[in-house]
């Protein structure tokens, strides 16, 4: 699971998932934080801005992105 390296802090980047996690398997948003359990997430649910902290060990794929 060491697709992302610490570089890619602060990157835009989609995630994907074993399993939903808050209703959903894929993601897209702004890593803020990743240790070696897990990741942290900064995206846009519409309108609102929200975190997730995903488990390492759900994280099927991740990626770098492009934000449109």
């Known amino acids: 699971h060491d697709a ?9 980047i989609n995630v994907s998932l074993y399993q939903q996690l808050d209703g959903k398997k894929v993601y897209e948003g702004t890593m803020t934080a990743l240790s070696k359990d897990e990741l942290t997430l900064e995206y846009m649910d519409k309108t609102r801005k929200k975190t997730i902290t ?3 060990k759900q994280i099927a794929k991740a990626r770098l992105a492009i934000k449109f």
């Open 54 to 56: 995903i488990p390492r």
């Open 4 to 12: 992302l390296p610490i570089c890619a802090l602060n990157s835009y």
